[in-house]
């Protein structure tokens, strides 16, 4: 049975650690399609063109070790909102998502333009400061120096960016289940989406 999970969310609300969960709780393929934009991203930093880059992408430029960097998430955000862009990337994306056995997608736009007909949707967020506080710590515990100031400003940029775009815009689909993560543990977080992905599953029999 095909079963298509989209999880989608503003940066560091936890939707990558959800998502990775929920996958390996009901045995489906997982794509972060973050990593997707990142991979452009890091090319774009280094000389290329991204609308050239983005139709060339391959499955290996997704194992970059660099992939996790503040600079390759900044040029991640910025491709982002190039249409052509966006378009080269949505047939890989879509073609992961009809695989035999179902699949998990976590990104910005997946209930509400890659996969508007997924079986599951949820969107994962928490607020600024929250999702800063985390992201300040990964990037603390990499030995990477930024304040906490820098990377909540960052926070807000992006959100406002990824909001704001004209194509395929971060919003909730309509459908889909909101979960704060907040004030949310992470087993807490990952045991409500869950229980949202099992109930699907249930009705769709």
């Not at 070790?65 to 900044?74: G, K, N």
């Not at 100031?149 to 194509?167: G, I, K, P, Q």
């Amino acid at each position: 049975m095909s079963f298509v999970v989209a999880i989608d969310g503003p940066a560091a609300a936890g939707k990558g650690t959800i998502s990775r969960a929920v996958a390996e709780r009901f045995g489906l393929a997982h794509l972060d399609t973050g990593l997707l934009y990142r991979a452009v991203g890091a090319k774009v930093l280094a000389g290329g063109d991204p609308v050239d880059v983005a139709r060339a992408l391959d499955p290996v430029d997704l194992e970059n070790d660099d992939l996790r960097t503040p600079a390759v998430a900044q040029a991640a955000s910025e491709v982002a909102v190039i249409p052509q862009v966006r378009r080269a990337l949505v047939d890989f994306q879509r073609a992961f998502a009809c695989r035999a056995g179902g699949a998990v997608l976590d990104g910005r736009d997946i209930g509400t333009v890659i996969c508007p007909d997924a079986d599951a949707k949820l969107f994962i967020t928490a607020s600024p400061e929250c999702r800063a506080a985390r992201r300040h710590k990964e990037l603390m515990d990499r030995g990477m120096d930024h304040t906490f100031e820098n990377v909540l400003a960052d926070v807000r940029a992006r959100d406002a960016r990824d909001s704001d775009r004209a194509t395929a815009p971060l919003i909730p689909a309509s459908d889909a289940v909101q979960i704060d993560t907040s004030d949310l543990t992470i087993d807490a977080a990952v045991a409500q989406a869950v229980a949202v992905v099992a109930a699907a599953r249930q009705q769709k029999g």
